[in-house]
């Protein structure tokens, strides 16, 4: 599958776009830039560059990680409500970060009120978590969960790990130089959300109308027994929602003819 044509969007740590491959990623950036960190080079190409990414070839919407949020998201609802066009709105939004839960929830109803998805720690630590060979762990030290509120510890603290999807994260990516590769063997949460999001960035641009729950419940579906996840069953999946939603239309349309001709 490929990710030309599809749009999504990040907010992470800056990046300086003439540092990045534009033969492989196309990243259009929103605001100005002010310097360049790994950080944000490696989730961009984990989710869409040509090279290695999920979504390869995707466009990415890049936005740089400031503590205003809210007027990040304002723009990417901005920006889809004024596409002329269905396939140039963003789709999915990436991050690597966790808002308030109650935060969370306006603001992913509000992205979805104009067609895209969001995923981040909130919603993602209750659905994935990242192995290594047979290594299924959360990857968060103590000081790393002092970061969230304590919801979100409990919650993670919960969390049972047999009920979660696993995503293979031991792979390489771009970081650390402008133009070279890393093998990574270990992993956390940051590495893991963009490809899941890249994953429904592929499937939603199918389906339009698969949301980030959606595609959560159909990757528990076509898991392996191991719990990993099944890009491809996933797939199969989408396109019998599809084909179903087909029918009913279909159907709708042959009963109108049919009360049209009573008439």
Not at 68 to 86: A, G, L
Not at 116 to 141: A, H, K, P, S, Y
Not at 179 to 189: C, I, L
Request: charge should be negative.
């Amino acid at each position: 599958m490929s990710g030309e044509g599809i749009n999504v969007a990040i907010i992470d740590e800056d990046v300086d776009i003439s540092k990045m491959d534009s033969n492989d990623i196309n990243l259009i950036y929103h605001g100005e830039s002010t310097g360049h960190h790994y950080h944000g080079q490696t989730v961009s190409s984990l989710i869409a560059s040509k090279s290695c990414g999920v979504a390869k070839g995707a466009n990415v919407h890049f936005f740089q990680k400031t503590k205003e949020k809210d007027k990040q998201f304002e723009q990417i609802i901005e920006y889809n409500k004024n596409c002329v066009n269905e396939s140039d709105k963003i789709i999915v939004l990436s991050g690597s970060w966790s808002i308030k839960g109650s935060e969370f929830e306006k603001w992913q109803q509000e992205l979805r009120n104009v067609g895209c998805e969001l995923v981040c720690q909130n919603n993602f630590i209750r659905n994935f978590t990242e192995i290594r060979g047979d290594d299924v762990i959360l990857d968060m030290n103590e000081e790393e969960k002092q970061g969230f509120s304590d919801d979100m510890r409990q919650m993670i603290e919960a969390t049972d790990l047999d009920s979660l999807v696993k995503i293979p994260i031991n792979r390489t990516y771009h970081q650390y130089k402008d133009d070279g590769f890393k093998y990574q063997a270990s992993y956390s949460n940051s590495w893991g959300i963009p490809q899941a999001a890249g994953l429904l960035a592929l499937y939603k641009a199918k389906d339009r109308t698969l949301t980030f729950d959606d595609f959560c419940g159909l990757c528990r579906k076509t898991a392996n027994e191991k719990g990993v996840i099944n890009p491809a069953g996933v797939l199969e999946e989408v396109e019998k929602r599809l084909e179903k939603t087909m029918q009913n239309e279909n159907n709708r349309l042959e009963k109108n003819d049919i009360e049209d001709e009573g008439r």
